[in-house]
């Protein structure tokens, strides 16, 4: 079964750092894009980018970039979604999904099952 | 950017009923070289993370119900629930995959009335 497994929730201080982890199984983690996509509390979805493990090569949504970095480890099927300085204004839950299919089309699936993060003084 | 919206924001039909979900993007994600419109659907139940419904506009998701459909092509697209159940009380979203900047409409939320 393909499956994606997050890290668990996060509460930081605006300023912090944080790394959160997508954990991939069930399926070739180097031959598959990753996205990232973040869900503010009670609105819609927006993807941020997107990372392939094969080489780590990244594409971030001009809204993102600067903001976050992708990373990934192959030796244990993770990539990082990475902030140096949190604002109050990332509270969200991120999702990753696997982007991309046999046939051409960039649709998402699987998805994580989300990672919330509050940042709150 | 490809712009996604949809209507209504949100619908309450009665179980058994047909529910109708439009979704229109503000450029066309038909390709013509293939004829094939670069659109999803997913369902996001409360509190679980998004899941697919369909891809290419029309094609069912492997273990998606029958009574869930999509059609349209260009820049107009429907979600039709054939025949409404209370586990599909969701907020449903479009996604065009057409330009390698994916987007999403805002989501329509569909209840039970």
């Known amino acids: 079964e393909v499956q994606l497994v997050q890290s668990g929730v996060e509460v930081k201080k605006p300023g912090e750092s944080l790394r959160i982890s997508c954990r991939a199984s069930?399926?070739?983690?180097?031959?598959?894009?990753i996205a990232w996509v973040r869900q503010m509390p009670g609105k819609g979805l927006e993807w941020m980018g997107i990372i392939y493990p094969g080489d780590s090569d990244t594409q971030y949504s001009p809204s993102f970039e600067g903001q976050v970095t992708f990373s990934a480890d192959k030796s244990i099927n993770t990539v990082y979604l990475q902030w140096s300085s949190l604002k109050a204004s990332d509270t969200a839950m991120y999702y990753c999904?696997?982007?991309?299919?046999?046939?051409?089309?960039?649709?998402?699936?699987?998805w994580g099952q989300g990672t919330l993060v509050t940042v709150s003084s | 950017d490809i712009v996604m919206t949809q209507s209504p924001d949100s619908v309450a039909v009665s179980l058994g009923e047909r529910a109708t979900i439009n979704c229109k993007s503000n450029q066309s994600v038909l390709y013509s070289p293939n004829n094939k419109n670069y659109l999803a659907w997913y369902q996001q139940k409360p509190g679980q993370p998004p899941k697919l419904l369909i891809y290419w506009a029309s094609t069912r998701e492997s273990g998606v119900p029958d009574r869930f459909s999509g059609s349209g092509s260009g820049t107009d697209f429907t979600l039709t629930i054939s025949r409404l159940q209370a586990e599909d009380v969701a907020v449903y979203y479009c996604q065009q995959y057409y330009n390698t900047l994916p987007t999403f409409g805002p989501g329509t939320k569909v209840d039970i009335k």
């Open positions: 069930g399926y070739t983690f180097i031959s598959h894009w």
């Open positions: 999904a696997r982007q991309g299919s046999s046939s051409g089309g960039d649709w998402f699936d699987p």
